[in-house]
């Protein structure tokens, strides 16, 4: 912890040993990060190299409370999204109704694995993966999301219930049909 920190301010005076130092510790895990929010590698690859250098220019103003890790990690989230305003036009939807799914049995949840699973959020179309992600996975609400990408909030909820649609579709198609065994 004492050399993380020590790291951390050696980055901010400017010591490249100290930056390079940083960028290889953190850089395989926010790869991940952009990776999510990218549409493929290279996009990944460019968003991390923007997110690292955003993270050098402001790494004074951190404040050493709470998660450093965190602070990168919301960087890198910052840098997906701007990059996603810049290419990405979203049009609002308001009726939810159109995007209601039925249920489907949990059973087949425990059948697919993590990567599986990050695969077929990553084949969800731009808009619709960039809100899954930021409600799932960075824990924002639909009011923040709204903010975050430059959409209303009804229009964050119908993504979010189609981006679950979708994967619901894929989950059923790609591991099998839904039984049901329910009797009345």
């Not at 990168?72 to 308001?94: Q, T, W």
């Not at 209303?152 to 979708?166: D, E, H, P, Q, W």
């Amino acid at each position: 912890m004492k050399d993380l920190r020590q790291l951390i301010i050696d980055s901010a005076a400017g010591k490249a040993k100290a930056q390079a130092k940083l960028y290889q510790l953190l850089a395989p895990k926010m790869f991940g990060v952009c990776l999510r929010y990218s549409k493929d590698e290279t996009e990944a690859e460019d968003n991390l190299q923007e997110g690292f250098l955003k993270v050098f220019e402001k790494i004074g103003s951190y404040r050493h409370e709470g998660s450093f890790e965190g602070w990168v990690r919301r960087i890198m989230v910052n840098v997906a999204l701007e990059r996603y305003r810049k290419n990405h036009v979203m049009h609002p939807v308001e009726d939810m109704a159109a995007y209601e799914v039925p249920e489907f049995d949990d059973r087949i949840i425990s059948d697919i694995s993590a990567k599986d699973l990050m695969k077929l959020i990553h084949e969800l179309p731009p808009r619709y993966r960039m809100v899954f992600n930021l409600y799932v996975f960075e824990g924002m609400n639909h009011k923040e999301i709204a903010k975050e990408m430059n959409i209303s909030v009804g229009t964050s909820k119908s993504n979010l219930a189609r981006a679950r649609g979708i994967l619901q579709e894929k989950v059923v198609k790609v591991f099998g049909e839904i039984e049901n065994n329910y009797s009345a």
